[in-house]
């Protein structure tokens, strides 16, 4: 299948039933992508299963994530002659195929041992946009060269030592990432019972820190090396990480140290939503973290179309937490996100069959949304509208 121009995403579906009647194999992973996680979690072990499909407190905001996008359905319009399709955009200058991203994901190695690498690939294959997360199992470095010179964000968790900050900053402009993705939400790990039972917090074991591990300004903190002390170099990384003074005033110093387009991760209200625009960013991400982080938060999807009320003629909204399948992506966007970001579902990928897994995924994903927009009488991604959905 080619992947450049205008896609046919939905080709995969035929190709999977040719493989199925006329060569007698099925699809490793399942299809059912609203289902991926219970097929992940038989093959992963208890404290990566905690780590990843865990949420928050008692998980009543991933529920509620879930829950959202069933109070919106899709109000299809027949005969409106979509067989030609072209889902693609241009979002903060990087080009996509459809208005799909790779949400920002930390230690992906607890998935798979090739972890970021494997799932860069896989993005890079089909043109969809990898996030690279500040805690991510490697390096800056290491993902530009798996990736090539496909398109790359990076996602900042602000450490309190400001050299160490530079330096990332630094080294993702070297790198080849061009857009920074500040997270906001999660200047604290929130309180997470499914890691705490287990007393599991994997970055106190190095997990996760690679970006750390390979930083001169940090390493320039370190009396001995990583190797010879690796509880030292766990340390300074928990001394730097939490950071609950972040404030607005900050932006400014963001923006006098990064050239390209910047994007703050973990907007929920519109009065955050205003102070982004006033604060002269260039987009935000409507995300709860995957309710991660606060339990009892409000569902992502409910903060969404007042939100693009609001400041969508001033800056470009992405959306993510509790997206599953192409109908869940459909909904965002027509409800004025201008691409979506997947998560859970790709390190479940990861999880079952390494980069293969998340090409599947991202395939499958992809090839539902093709054929929910097609059936509901789109041509593209661009069509979709609030008038594409309505109220359950
Ligand atoms: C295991 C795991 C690790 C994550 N690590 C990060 C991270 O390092 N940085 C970040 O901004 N968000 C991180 N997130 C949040 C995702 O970017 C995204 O907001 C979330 O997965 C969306 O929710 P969903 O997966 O339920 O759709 C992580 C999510 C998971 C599941």
Redesign the pocket.
């Known amino acids: 299948m080619s992947y450049g121009g205008n896609m046919n995403f939905s080709d995969h579906q035929i190709g999977i039933y040719a493989q199925g009647m006329f060569t007698d194999r099925t699809p490793k992973i399942t299809t059912d992508l609203a289902n991926l996680e219970d097929q992940a979690a038989a093959t992963l072990s208890p404290e990566a299963l905690g ?2 499909v865990a949420s928050a407190g008692s998980g009543s905001t ?1 529920r509620a ?1 879930r829950a959202a996008f069933e109070q919106w359905r899709i109000a299809p319009r027949m005969l409106r002659g979509s067989a030609e399709r072209d889902h693609s955009c241009t979002v903060l200058g990087t080009t996509m195929p459809a208005p799909l991203l790779i ?5 992906q190695t ?1 998935a798979h041992p090739e972890g970021e690498l494997a799932t860069v690939r896989a993005a890079a294959a089909l043109g969809v946009p990898y ?1 690279h ?4 199992s490697h390096s800056f470095e290491q993902v530009a060269e798996a990736g090539g010179d496909a398109p790359r964000w990076y ?1 900042l ?1 602000w450490p309190t030592d400001q050299s160490v900050l530079l330096s990332f900053l630094q080294r993702a402009k070297n790198t080849g990432f061009t857009t920074l ?1 500040l ?1 906001l939400d ?1 200047t604290l790990l929130g309180w997470r019972p499914a890691d705490l039972n287990r007393g599991y917090l994997p970055f106190l074991a190095n997990l996760g820190i690679e970006n750390y591990l390979t930083d001169p300004a940090f390493l320039a903190g370190l009396d001995e090396s990583v190797e010879a002390n690796p509880v030292a170099a766990a340390m300074h990384w928990a001394q730097m990480f939490p950071n609950p003074g972040l404030s607005w005033s900050q932006l400014a110093f963001l923006r006098e140290n990064w050239d390209g387009p910047i994007v703050l ?2 907007i929920c209200t519109v009065g955050d939503a205003r102070l982004a625009a006033e604060h002269g960013v260039d987009g935000i ?1 409507v ?1 709860n ?4 982080q606060i339990d009892g938060a409000r569902a992502s999807l409910d903060a969404l179309p007042e939100i693009v009320d609001a400041v969508g003629d001033q800056l470009t909204v992405l959306f ?5 399948t192409g109908a869940d992506m459909a909904k965002a966007l027509a409800l004025g996100a201008d691409a979506v ?5 790709f ?1 479940y990928g990861l999880a079952l069959d390494g980069q293969a897994g998340v090409d599947h995924v991202l395939r499958c994903i992809l090839a539902e949304f093709d054929l929910v927009t097609s059936l509901s009488g789109h041509t593209g991604a661009a069509e979709l509208s609030r008038e594409s959905v309505i109220r359950s």
Do not use: C, F
């Not at 997360?133 to 991510?136: G, H, L, N, V």
């Not at 970001?341 to 579902?345: C, D, E, F, K, T």
């Open positions: 780590y990843i991933a994530n949400a920002p994901v930390g230690i607890l996030i997360s500040t805690q991510a996602q968790y993705v997270t999660t991760k973990g991400v995300s973290h995957g309710g991660r993510d937490s509790g997206v599953r970001l997947l998560g859970r579902p390190l």
